[in-house]
């Protein structure tokens, strides 16, 4: 390898690795990040004005944070939120993995139910659990659905992954060979 | 009861003494030959200089040396082999008749106890403790909760791996009372060095009222100070983790409460349980034990000092 290929290359790991940026963990919520919302806007027919600004801060918080996404994945099992939601799919309660929300879908809006309860079953968890875990707990919901950076996003439980070998898919269907004759 | 030095060379138990024979035994024959090489090897040097003999002289010497060193060896291993043998023997029968059966389960990052009885109303659940009588067969059966962990008494018998999905199992069988320091030895997470526990080690009268007492349930307070902190407990974020026997609180992600004031240790060996030590941790237990699961929750100071005077009660 030549001087100058070996100089240029040696300058484009350093610049990689001038990109690493290891993630923080909030073990104590950051000043400013643990209280509740102040308006949200649950639904479009409902007049109201959300502070955008705060949603906003939250949701990069908590939502692009791969430790407070574990964080919620562990206190959804602990609290048993799987109880009535299964593992996202909804069961007695709503599926979290899609894209109906009947009491709003943003972060804060999922905050606030979770705090306040809703009809039909949801009980509330303010004064419950500390604010902290309810944003974790928003984050991880959001999470289901696909929201947030993959790399962030905890992967499914072990226990409700399809074991190996009962479920092989790693063998691609292979199409009939074509007749020579024809 | 004095806290003894944890040391595998310092066995206390049945396992440890069978380990502890065959780490002796194995330092013994290394030692003694690793020895003889060293001083062959000075020999060599100091003879250098003397006339030395030749030819066929010399095979012959040679040829009887290696006979007589290959022989050493092949005893030696053969030694040891059985020796490892024996104990690997003795280690399966020992404690192979429990009295005593404990299920523990390895959290991130404390160590919940469960004294299973046939009778179910004799089970007993702790934490970051385990009370034995002295002399008592004891079976535990560990799984985890999350992580792999790792369960070690060094004083009692050697480590055995916790881990999830599947139950291992570990014998004990302490010879002395006294308390031996426990230890999770296989990383877990930021707060492995603060996942302790203790043996402690008793007469049996000592552990028929020690269980006696576990048994019969938490202290009802009947000052208003006290109460008022159960009433705080009982409001507060603790029974959605915590349990408190008698209370509404009966949740088991946490360790149980219902003894709290009779543990010595507090947040898994990062604390002795002193009041001052919980009303920090409580007011912060993320500065005492950074990353644990216990979320810093806020109460104002009075509600804090009623909640430490009933916790602090619960003996």
């Known amino acids: 390898m030549c001087s100058r290929c070996r100089v240029l290359s040696a300058a484009i790991v350093l610049l990689a690795l001038a990109g690493c940026q290891r993630e923080k963990r909030h073990f104590e919520a950051p000043p400013g990040t643990d209280f509740p919302p102040t308006q949200v806007t649950m639904s479009p027919l409902v007049t109201g004005v959300s502070a955008t600004a705060f949603r906003e801060q939250q949701t990069h918080i908590y939502e692009d944070n791969a430790y407070h996404l574990s964080e919620g994945k562990r206190l959804f099992s602990w609290f048993n939120c799987a109880g009535c939601h299964g593992h996202g799919g909804g069961n007695i309660g709503p599926a979290l993995m899609d894209e109906e929300w009947i009491y ?79 | ?27 013994g024959a290394c030692g003694l030959m ?35 060193w290959v022989g050493l060896i092949v005893v030696g291993l053969c030694g040891l082999t059985l020796a490892s043998f024996l ?49 008592a067969q004891v079976h535990i059966a560990l799984s985890s909760d999350d992580v792999i962990h790792s369960f070690w008494v060094p004083n009692l018998n050697g480590k055995r791996d916790l881990i999830p999905g599947r139950s291992t199992e570990i014998r004990l069988q302490p010879l002395t009372t006294g308390r031996f320091r426990g230890f999770c030895a296989e990383f877990c997470g930021v707060q492995h060095a603060y996942m302790q526990f203790e043996v402690i080690v008793e007469s049996a009268q000592e552990f028929a009222a020690w269980k006696a007492r576990q048994l019969a349930g938490a202290v009802t307070p009947t000052d208003p100070l006290r109460q008022a902190g159960r009433d705080v407990f009982e409001r507060a974020a603790c029974p959605l983790c915590h349990a408190i026997a008698g209370t509404n609180a009966a949740a088991s992600t946490g360790p149980d409460l219902s003894h709290f004031a009779s543990r010595r240790l507090l947040a898994a060996g990062a604390l002795t349980n002193t009041r001052d030590h919980l009303r920090a941790w409580l007011q912060n237990p993320q500065r005492v034990k950074p990353g644990n699961h216990m979320p810093v929750v806020d109460l104002p100071g009075r509600d804090m000092t009623a909640l430490v005077a009933y916790l602090g009660s619960l003996q």
Do not use: C
């Open chain 2, 1 to 27: 009861m004095s806290l003894s030095a944890h040391s595998v060379s310092q066995p206390l138990g049945v396992h440890a003494e069978h380990i502890a024979f065959i780490w002796h035994a194995m330092l």
């Open chain 2, 87 to 135: 104990t690997d023997r003795a280690l399966v029968r020992a404690a192979s008749e429990p009295q005593i059966a404990l299920r523990v389960i390895g959290h991130q990052w404390w160590w919940q106890v469960e004294y299973v009885d046939a009778d179910n109303s004799q089970n007993v659940r702790t934490a970051n403790e385990i009370h034995l009588p002295v002399g």
């Open chain 1, 104 to 182: 709003g879908g943003d972060i804060d809006a999922i905050y606030l139910t979770i705090a306040q309860g809703r009809p039909n079953g949801m009980p509330a968890f303010a004064g419950r659990i500390p604010a902290q875990q309810i944003w974790q707990l928003a984050a991880y919901v959001r999470s289901l659905g696909g929201h947030g950076p993959k790399a962030a996003r905890p992967s499914r439980d072990d226990h409700i992954q399809i074991p190996a070998e009962q479920g092989r898919r790693d063998e691609p269907v292979v199409p009939a060979p074509a007749d020579p004759s024809q």
């Open chain 2, 34 to 68: 690793y020895a003889l090489l060293l001083g062959f090897l000075v020999m060599t040097l100091l003879r250098q200089h003397r006339s030395a003999p030749a030819g066929v002289e010399l095979e012959k010497r040679i040829e009887r040396t290696l006979i007589l």
